[in-house]
């Protein structure tokens, strides 16, 4: 079953530019990650962020987390050319052992 | 280097010919999960396991087996492989998921091709 599902698809910034990526999940949950994935590769993890946490920050990386609406965004603030890939959150839903994955948002930074 | 090793990254098959994913890991790490990855489906779990032993049933394991004997190696087993499962494979392992960490490591994944 698909936990999270990220929002928009698709998104193409500048460089500089902030990039803003939303993801929304259906049931109560131990922690959300996100992950980035550059073409084909494995997948990295970014950033872990517990339920009982509200904003985690990590260099350039903002996540926020609202238990209320089972949401959460990932923002990358100046981005650059290389921050080009596609990102993923991941929950890691109470009493299940396992890490359910979205579809993803992919990011285009343009130079 | 701690990593996550799969073999073969890449392989192109027959309909019916056995193969065997291998997966290895270096981090003594306790839960390994197996992955599948396809356009417009995303990442979809096939097996996990939470330590020797131990495997359960992701959302998609029709198809493939798996066994985990030993705590750093977790093949994937596809026993009669159909064009269905042309896919791009992951391989994951965590220390644990029960644990506040949590965090998953990849490898660099296995494209299959059954034709």
């Known amino acids: 079953s698909q936990q999270g599902e990220e929002d928009p698809q698709a998104l193409s910034i500048q460089e500089g530019e902030n990039a803003t990526m939303n993801c929304s999940y259906k049931?109560?949950?131990?922690?959300l990650q996100w992950y980035r994935q550059n073409s084909g590769r494995g997948l990295v993890h970014l950033i872990l962020?517990?339920?009982?946490?509200r904003e985690k920050h990590s260099g350039r990386l903002r996540v926020t987390l609202d238990t209320s609406k089972k949401s959460s965004s990932l923002l990358i603030t100046a981005s650059r050319a290389a921050d080009t890939a596609s990102y993923f959150c991941?929950?890691?839903?109470?009493?299940?052992?396992?890490?359910?994955f979205g579809k993803g948002t992919m990011l285009l930074v343009s130079p | 280097e701690a990593q996550v090793t799969q073999n073969p990254r890449y392989l192109i098959t027959v309909t019916g010919k056995k193969l065997t994913v291998t997966c290895s890991q270096n981090?003594?790490?306790?839960?390994m999960s197996w992955y599948r990855q396809d356009p417009g489906l995303g990442l979809r779990q096939i097996y996990y396991?939470?330590?020797?032993?131990?495997?359960d049933k992701g959302d998609v394991p029709e198809g493939y087996k798996v066994s985990r004997k030993e705590k750093r190696n977790f093949p994937l087993i596809l026993e009669s492989p159909s064009p269905n499962q042309t896919s791009l494979y992951f391989c994951?392992?965590?220390?644990?998921?029960?644990?506040?960490?949590?965090?998953?490591?990849f490898g660099e994944g296995s494209r299959l091709t059954v034709l």
């Open positions: 396991s939470m330590n020797v032993e131990v495997t």
């Open positions: 962020i517990r339920s009982n946490e």
């Open positions: 981090m003594n790490h306790e839960y």
């Open positions: 049931t109560s949950i131990n922690n």
């Open positions: 994951a392992s965590s220390l644990s998921l029960l644990r506040s960490t949590g965090e998953l490591f």
């Open positions: 991941a929950t890691d839903a109470s009493g299940y052992s396992t890490l359910t």
